[in-house]
T-cell receptor, first 116, second 112 residues
Framework: EAEVAQSPRYKITEKSQAVAFWCDPISGHATLYWYRQILGQGPELLVQFQDESVVDDSQLPKDRFSAERLKGVDSTLKIQPAELGDSAMYLC??????????????FGPGTRLTVL | GDSVTQMEGPVTLSEEAFLTINCTYTATGYPSLFWYVQYPGEGLQLLLKATKADDKGSNKGFEATYRKETTSFHLEKGSVQVSDSAVYFCALSSQGAQKLVFGQGTRLTINP
């Protein structure tokens, strides 16, 4: 069964360092999402891609976060510099492009980031 | 903006008990509504969904009915099992949008 792949699964870093997370969506899924899930809260969308284009990055802290999906397939989310408040689970999801209505999002296992 | 409010947890029940997890939402128009489940060490999985008022979503013995008049989508199961222990998230997707807006999650523990 096709799955969304993410790496690394766990990352520990010190504040002010740079970190990067990678996501490989299900083949054929043109829409890719990055969510952040702070402990005890629900996931919150950071950025949404349609192919290689950003559709929604309104909640992405652009002073330190960046995301790219250069060839419209896999994606990288970067934080530079990391802050203590960035400690969270970073989830990637993918779906078929929405033409009418909602298309199910499939989630990867996530990357758990701890900033010391 | 759109929001989802879930019953606060954690919830602890005995096996075969009846389960209800409350969920209410705020959104313009006619959102689609979802319940996602997160088992320990795993990613989020779609449990069930409803896309219009009065629809009932169901899966694995769980049910939820889209109630527009009360803006609610409560999750129910008649007889829970130990394997149902997980974190449950209520979510919505606004009309015409793809992104999900999640509630804060409810941790469910079922004791044998």
């Amino acid at each position: 069964e096709a799955e969304v792949a993410q790496s690394p699964r766990y990352k520990i870093t010190e504040k002010s360092q740079a970190v990067a997370f990678w996501c490989d969506p299900i083949s054929g899924h043109a829409t890719l999402y990055w969510y952040r899930q702070i402990l005890g809260q629900g996931p919150e969308l950071l950025v949404q891609f349609q192919d290689e284009s950003v559709v929604d990055d309104s909640q992405l802290p652009k002073d330190r976060f960046s995301a790219e999906r250069l060839k419209g397939v896999d994606s990288t989310l970067k934080i530079q510099p990391a802050e203590l408040g960035d400690s969270a689970m970073y989830l990637c999801a993918s779906s078929l492009p929405g033409t009418r209505g909602y298309n199910e999002q499939f989630f990867g296992p996530g990357t758990r980031l701890t900033v010391l | 903006g759109d929001s989802v409010t879930q019953m606060e947890g954690p919830v602890t029940l005995s096996e075969e008990a009846f389960l209800t997890i409350n969920c209410t939402y705020t959104a313009t128009g006619y959102p689609s509504l979802f319940w996602y489940v997160q088992y320990p060490g795993e990613g989020l999985q779609l449990l069930l969904k409803a896309t219009k008022a009065d629809d009932k979503g169901s899966n694995k013995g769980f049910e939820a009915t889209y109630r527009k008049e009360t803006t609610s989508f409560h999750l129910e199961k008649g007889s829970v099992q130990v394997s149902d222990s997980a974190v449950y998230f209520c979510a919505l997707s606004s009309q015409g949008a793809q992104k999900l807006v999640f509630g804060q999650g409810t941790r469910l523990t079922i004791n044998p």
